[in-house]
């Protein structure tokens, strides 16, 4: 394992797994933005895709007794390595079947691998938070530039409403600085409908 490849990186009690820097969006939000690392953890730019084998010893090179939660979120859309990502995740269980594991994704899986994605979450991960961060499919575009443009939106709509039938705890999230409280309520509707719940969270400010 390259020594400089930061694969994992806690943020207060959890520790989170960087394993790849594409992604299908440009957010204006992306915490990418703000500089090279997050929460103080050394540069997130992978200098190449780490293998399973190495996310692996990176994380059982950790106390996971100690952790609260196993996040894959780092400097890219996990998604784009979801048979990765799910492999590890199953491995992981494994040995500690108690530790939760959650996945941060914009919800585009399908559009990025070209094939219906929910059944691979069953298992192996217990939530799944989904980027929304806009009611309106115009507005999504303009904020979070999907390479997909506004098919983006609908896509994330039916993902999530797969998803939720084999990963119950199935969430999206708002950034509030980047949203209006109107539009915060319709995110929650949509959101009631289709059964998931709504996370309203805060900016990351640019490092000083």
């Not at 943020?11 to 933005?33: G, Q």
């Not at 492999?87 to 990025?112: C, F, H, M, W």
Request: hydrophobic share 35%.
């Amino acid at each position: 394992m390259t020594k400089s490849m930061c694969i994992t990186y806690f943020v207060e009690d959890s520790l989170y797994v960087n394993i790849t820097n594409r992604c299908s969006n440009r957010c204006d939000f992306c915490i990418r933005n703000n500089g090279d690392g997050a929460y103080g953890s050394e540069s997130l730019w992978l200098l190449r895709e780490p293998t399973s084998d190495e996310v692996l010893d990176s994380i059982f090179s950790r106390d996971l007794t100690a952790i609260k939660e196993l996040v894959f979120c780092g400097y890219g859309e996990p998604s784009y390595r979801l048979y990765d990502a799910r492999k590890i995740a199953l491995a992981v269980k494994e040995r500690y079947p108690e530790l939760r594991i959650r996945i941060n994704t914009n919800g585009q899986s399908d559009l990025i691998l070209g094939c219906s994605t929910a059944h691979l979450y069953e298992g192996a991960f217990d939530t799944v938070s989904i980027s929304l961060n806009s009611p309106h499919p115009d507005e999504y575009d303009r904020i979070c530039h999907s390479k997909y443009g506004v098919l983006a939106f609908s896509s994330i709509l039916s993902f999530a409403s797969e998803v939720k039938k084999y990963v119950p705890d199935t969430r999206f999230s708002v950034v509030s600085e980047f949203i209006s409280s109107e539009d915060i309520l319709e995110c929650r509707r949509i959101a009631d409908e289709l059964g998931v719940t709504l996370r309203v969270r805060d900016y990351i400010p640019p490092a000083p």
